[in-house]
């Protein structure tokens, strides 16, 4: 398991852990809505999916940004 995730694109092991976090999320929503009868705690829950999603791509999107920045630098030096 271990060499799998080191084989995995740098970029996408930045976004893993916000991929692995709405699908937790989507799958407790659909839990509560339809396994335990609770269609609001259901629906409240799912609502993180996109929050999540959101929350990785701003986190991520600064990074993406430096390293193009570094790439152009090396490329006019």
């Known amino acids: 398991m271990k060499n799998l995730f080191n ?9 893993l852990p916000f991929l ?9 929503s659909v839990y509560l809505y339809f396994v335990l ?3 609001s705690a259901g629906i409240f829950v799912g609502l993180w999916v996109p929050s ?13 940004e430096s390293v193009a920045v570094t790439e ?4 006019g030096s």
């Open 7 to 15: 084989n995995l694109p740098p970029d996408f092991k930045i976004k």
């Open 20 to 28: 692995i976090a709405g699908f937790m999320s989507f799958l407790f």
């Open 37 to 39: 009868g609770e269609e």
């Open 52 to 64: 999540i999603h959101s929350l990785g791509t701003l986190i991520v999107a600064p990074a993406r």
């Open 72 to 75: 152009r630098e090396k490329v």
